[in-house]
């Protein structure tokens, strides 16, 4: 027990009623604690949602704690809202700068629940529950997010129709914004928050959980939305105090805004509020920023628990995947509102051929009957350990080596995959209909080759040892948490890499783009396909590194959130990923003129 703890339970305090409003509640479900300021607090707080500082630690029976803080719910009223994390008695203890609440302690008993809990990141790049099966096994988790910008200013009906529809079609995320800008009036003119939104909200996502759904809360939409609602550090922090009181004990994930490259000083920003997040959330949803390419350049910061991505390169995706050993989601997938349904697909499962989860915007039935084809499918796999594999021809794979393989065929035609040598099932799977044909004859051996039932369409192939796979499943492995899964090392050693920069070969300017091109220096079988990703950063603006090109060549052209100052010491490096997966890197430094 703590000091503070002790000294407050020692002292002769009037305890809390101790029958709360949070006696009997399940384990992960919400109570609310209300707090009403006297006449006295209200005289010296005439704005408590500016000034009253509130908070209760609780403390679990296996003496965990979180503190969480309090929201103003309107008028003189402020809330705390929890969700209690085990069955048992819980102690808490009430810090304030208002004297009549400081040290107040009160108890309460939480009830048993099925609840698989909350998300955190699990395998490196794979998401399980902070709840065991009844078997002492973690439980992994499978992210399929729908994108719903606007879901907290839809009407009350459309919103009900959207997110029963997600949750029927096997989505387990929604993701919108909390600040929608012009769209949504979250502040009044004084500056206060629109109780009335806020409420809506509140029950938009207590909805949303309750379909299964998580809420991914993106703290602001559109460019400059949150530094223009919330011009000042103080005024972050005291709205970062309030949506985490509010939402931190529903089944969240954050993200701090939109695109954080749209932000003069993005990175100083998103530090400041995944800071908060991390110091007023004591549950540690995972946190990610909305981006224009990649979330990646933020991870120096410590804040990030996975990377979003919105775009559909495989450069990108593929490299990244192999560099960060965090979970990806990417959030680009049928962005546009007129994606056709084979588009659609070919985003969706290269996105997981590069070794992400996806949040999909579904334009429409099509592609909505995909999303659901493709979380159907994955549910009859190991999807928390499968990972990119690379011992293919003719299409990508991901792999539990020695138990399942899965292919994706985008343009059917011959197929050559090497496995380790069992017998196998072999399956092809419509990825527009979700229609499944086991093959008739079962193979043998360590190299499969074979074409999909027709070229009309794109094909996933499935490779099981199906026996084996059967009695995997009665079980989960997690190989992160015996430090298994070891992330591979990037080759920088110039002699060892098999390609070189031509270009830029000299200064480039700011102003107009600049040719860039590799050379590849060892031909192998290997490097006849590669994965090109170029990325700069000027270390003296500390704004991060920024994606600058892709592919072997290109025109490359400075982001204005690059630096702040020109000219500029660029420094330049070159990821090249070989059919195998092997990762290599090139660095060097150029100048940026105005």
């Not at 009181?245 to 969240?252: D, I, L, P």
Request: charged content about 20%.
């Amino acid at each position: 027990m703590s000091f503070r703890w002790a000294a407050a339970l020692a002292m002769a305090l009037p305890a809390l009623h101790a029958q709360s409003a949070c006696n009997n509640t399940p384990a992960y479900s919400i109570c609310e604690m209300a707090f009403d300021l006297s006449d006295a607090d209200a005289a010296a707080h005439p704005n408590p949602y500016a000034t009253v500082d509130l908070r209760v630690e609780f403390r679990s029976p296996a003496r965990h704690t979180y503190a969480l803080p309090a929201y103003w719910d309107g008028g003189r009223r402020l809330v705390v809202r929890f969700a209690p994390t085990e069955a048992g008695q819980w102690d808490y203890l009430v810090s304030s700068n208002l004297p009549g609440w400081e040290g107040k302690t009160g108890s309460f008993t939480a009830a048993e629940s099925a609840s698989k809990g909350f998300l955190l990141a699990a395998n490196v790049h794979h998401w399980r529950y902070t709840e065991k099966s009844k078997d002492g096994l973690y439980q992994p988790h499978l992210w399929m997010g729908a994108n719903e910008p606007l879901f907290a200013t839809m009407d009350d009906a459309a919103f009900r129709a959207m997110a029963d529809a997600r949750a029927a079609e096997k989505f387990t995320h929604v993701r919108g914004f909390v600040l929608a800008g012009s769209f949504g009036g979250q502040f009044d003119s004084n500056g206060l928050p629109n109780l009335d939104y806020f409420r809506r909200l509140d029950t938009r996502a207590r909805y949303l959980n309750e379909k299964g759904l998580a809420a991914d809360l993106v703290l602001a939409g559109g460019a400059g939305t949150l530094t223009r609602l919330l011009p000042t550090p103080e005024a972050r922090r005291r709205f970062m105090r309030f949506v985490t009181g509010r939402y931190a004990a529903f089944n969240v994930t954050w993200a701090g805004v939109d695109r954080f490259d749209d932000y003069p000083g993005g990175r100083g920003l998103l530090a400041e509020l995944g800071g908060l997040l991390k110091e007023f959330d004591p549950y540690s949803h995972p946190r990610t920023t909305g981006t224009r390419v990649t979330s990646s350049p933020l991870l120096d910061d410590k804040w990030q628990t996975f990377v979003d991505h919105a775009t559909t390169s495989s450069d990108v995706n593929a490299i990244e995947h192999q560099l960060y050993p965090v979970p990806f989601v990417n959030t680009a997938a049928g962005a546009g509102p007129a994606a056709d349904p084979a588009a659609f697909r070919r985003d969706l499962w290269n996105a997981l051929m590069d070794g992400q989860y996806v949040s999909v915007t579904a334009a429409n039935a099509a592609n909505s009957h995909a999303a659901q084809a493709m979380a159907d499918f994955l549910a009859g796999t190991r999807y928390w350990e499968l990972e990119p594999y690379f011992d293919v021809d003719g299409g990508r794979a991901l792999a539990l080596e020695d138990t399942e393989y899965v292919v994706y065929i985008e343009r059917p035609g011959p197929i050559e995959l090497t496995v380790e040598k069992h017998g196998y099932n072999v399956f092809w799977m419509n990825p527009a209909t979700g229609e499944i044909t086991e093959e008739k004859k079962k193979f043998s051996g360590g190299h499969f080759t074979g074409e999909p039932p027709d070229r009309a369409h794109d094909w996933v192939l499935h490779v099981v040892r199906e026996g084996h796979l059967e009695g995997m499943n009665r079980s989960y492995k997690f190989e992160s948490e015996r430090g298994a899964v070891v992330m591979q090392e990037v080759e920088a050693n110039t002699p060892k890499v098999p390609f070189a920069i031509e270009q830029p070969a000299g200064d480039i300017s700011k102003s107009k783009p600049s040719p860039y091109a590799a050379k590849l220096t060892r031909e192998t079988r290997a490097t006849r396909s590669m994965y090109w990703l170029w990325v700069g950063d000027v270390a003296a603006d500390h704004q991060g590194f920024r994606v600058l090109g892709t592919g072997q060549k290109g025109q490359l052209t400075i982001p204005a959130d690059l630096a702040n100052h020109y000219p500029a010491v660029l420094h330049l490096r070159l990821y090249g990923m070989n059919s195998l997966g092997k990762v290599y890197e090139l660095d060097t430094g150029l100048g940026v003129n105005p």
